[in-house]
C-alpha cells in the first residue's frame, strides 16, 4: 500500500493516481490530507503538492488537477531517461515531471476538449494531437511513465511491491459490410452493376456476377475461416457487427436478412459478438438503443460493448450516449489512420467526464492497430517491422495489444494476402 499526501483531494486526483498505481501497477493507493497522518506512516509514501514536507518522496504538482473545467495548456514535452515527457516538475521534486498531470491530459482526452477543426466525418484528427506533434503517438507513455516512478519509488522504499499483469493480445473484426455482393437485394446489386458498367469495372462486374450466379464465394464472407484462425491462438477474439437500417455512411446488409442474421448468431456460438454502432447512432441515443436491443435479441446474450463507426469518439457526448443506452465498455479509442495509442496508454481505462468532473462507469479499451494505418506499406517486412516495435513496447509495460481488422480487408488480396498476413500477427503477437 502507497500513502499520497497532498493539499488537496480531488477527482482528478483520485481518477489519476489509481490508473497509474492500481492499474498498470498493482499497488493499493489512498490519500492523506493530514500532515500527522502522513508522518506516522512507516510505509510507502509520497508526497504530490507545490511544498514538500521534510525529506520524502516528493512529486512536485502542476496546477492541472486541482483545477475545474477546460484552460488553454502550455504543452512543452522535454526528455525523460529516453521518453518523452511533458509538465516539468522542477529541481526539487524526486521525479523530473508531473507525470499525473500529463497522464490525466492524455487519459482524459482533455485536447479533444479544446477548439480544433474536425476531419470530413467528424473526428479529432490525429495530427492535433500532442503526440503526433511530438512524435510519441506509438509510445504508451502512460504506462512507461508508471513504471519509471515506480522503480524510483522502489530505491527509495526497497519493500515496496507491485503485483504484475499479464500481457494479452485481442483481435477485433470490425464488420460494417459482411459482404460485398451477395445478400444485397435487387435494387442495390443491380444499383452497383450499373455503377461498374459505367465506370469500366470489368473485373468487377465478371466478380459480381460470379458471386451472384453461385459460381463464386463471396469475398467478405470469411467469417467461418476467421473463426477457425482464432481457434489456433489462446486469444479473445471479438466480431463487432453492425446490424442498422442502410444510409450514406452506413451500407450493411439489412438487419431482416436471414441469411445476415444466421451468420451473425453462427459466429456468436464461437466468439464474442457485439455492436459496431451506425453513422447515426452516434448522434441519436434512440437509434443506439434499438441497434443495441435488437442484436441482443438476436444472439440471446446482454450486448454491453462498442465500436464506433469510423472511430468517431467526440468527448464527453459519444461517452455519455453510450452509457445511458448501458454500454459497459467501448473498443472506439485509437485513430483509424495512425498507429499508435490515441490517450497514451495501452490499459483499459474509465472515461472522465471533465464537464463533469466525475469518473465514469464506461470502460475504454484503446487499440493500438487499426487496419486502414497498415495499407500505405507495401510490403510484409515494412508491416512487421512497425508492429513489431509497437509490440515490443507493450510487452515491456504488460500491456494490452488491441488490433482492430476488418472482414473486408481480409478479403482482399491487393499485394499482400491480408488473410495470411493477419495469422502470422496473430501468431508472432499472441504469446
Known amino acids: 500500500m502507497l500513502l499520497i499526501f497532498t493539499h488537496k483531494i480531488t477527482n482528478r486526483l483520485t481518477y489519476t493516481a489509481k490508473q497509474l498505481f492500481e492499474k498498470i501497477l498493482g499497488i493499493e493507493v489512498i490519500f492523506t490530507t493530514k500532515v500527522e497522518d502522513f508522518i506516522k506512516h512507516t510505509g510507502p509514501k509520497l508526497t504530490y503538492s507545490k511544498q514538500s514536507l521534510q525529506n520524502e518522496f516528493f512529486i512536485r504538482s502542476n496546477d492541472l488537477l486541482f483545477e475545474q473545467g477546460i484552460n488553454d495548456l502550455d504543452i512543452k514535452v522535454g526528455d525523460w531517461d529516453g521518453v518523452p515527457c511533458f509538465f516539468s516538475a522542477g529541481e526539487k521534486s524526486a521525479i523530473p515531471y508531473d507525470i499525473f498531470s500529463a497522464s490525466f491530459f492524455l487519459l482524459s ?36 511513465w508508471a513504471h519509471k516512478l515506480f522503480e524510483s519509488l522502489q530505491e527509495r522504499f526497497p519493500d515496496l511491491k507491485n503485483s504484475n499483469r499479464n500481457y494479452s493480445c485481442t483481435p477485433i473484426i470490425n464488420v460494417t459490410a459482411s459482404h460485398c455482393y451477395a445478400l444485397r437485394g435487387l435494387a442495390r446489386s443491380l444499383g452497383g452493376l450499373l455503377i461498374d458498367l459505367g465506370n469500366f469495372r470489368i473485373g468487377k462486374i465478371i466478380q459480381r456476377m460470379s458471386v451472384l450466379l453461385g459460381f463464386k464465394k463471396d469475398p467478405y464472407d470469411n467469417f467461418y475461416e476467421l473463426v477457425d484462425v482464432h481457434k489456433k491462438f489462446p486469444v479473445k477474439s471479438m466480431f463487432f457487427f453492425q446490424f442498422a437500417k442502410h444510409s450514406a455512411h452506413d451500407k450493411n446488409i439489412s438487419p431482416n436478412n436471414n441469411k445476415f ?7 456468436a456460438d464461437y466468439s464474442i459478438v457485439s455492436l459496431s454502432t451506425s453513422f447515426l447512432s452516434s448522434t441519436d441515443k434512440q437509434v443506439l438503443k434499438e441497434e443495441k436491443m435488437q442484436l441482443a435479441n438476436l444472439i440471446n446474450r446482454p450486448i454491453n460493448y462498442s465500436r464506433l463507426r469510423y472511430n468517431r469518439v467526440n468527448v464527453p457526448m459519444t461517452y455519455r450516449n453510450l452509457i445511458e443506452t448501458e454500454f459497459t465498455d467501448d473498443f472506439s479509442m485509437g485513430y483509424t489512420h495512425e498507429i499508435g495509442f490515441r490517450a497514451g ?37 515494412e508491416i512487421f517491422a512497425k508492429m513489431d516495435s509497437i509490440y515490443k513496447v507493450v510487452r515491456e509495460v504488460n500491456g494490452g495489444l488491441i488490433m482492430v481488422f476488418s472482414n473486408e480487408l481480409l478479403g482482399s488480396s491487393h499485394k499482400i494476402d491480408w488473410m495470411e498476413l493477419y495469422q502470422s500477427l496473430l501468431r508472432r503477437y499472441y504469446v
Do not use: W
Open 109 to 144: 482526452r482533455y485536447e479533444e476538449y479544446l477548439p480544433h477543426v474536425k476531419d470530413s466525418v467528424g473526428r479529432f484528427p490525429a495530427k492535433e494531437s500532442v503526440a503526433y506533434q511530438n512524435k510519441f503517438l506509438e509510445l504508451p507513455v502512460v504506462d512507461l
Open 261 to 267: 442474421r444466421y451468420l451473425i448468431k453462427s459466429v
Open 345 to 381: 496508454t495501452c490499459t483499459p481505462f474509465h472515461f472522465y467526464d471533465i464537464n463533469m468532473e466525475v469518473r465514469q462507469p464506461l470502460k475504454v479499451h484503446p487499440f493500438a492497430v487499426h487496419d486502414y494505418a497498415l495499407q500505405p506499406y507495401k510490403k510484409r517486412e
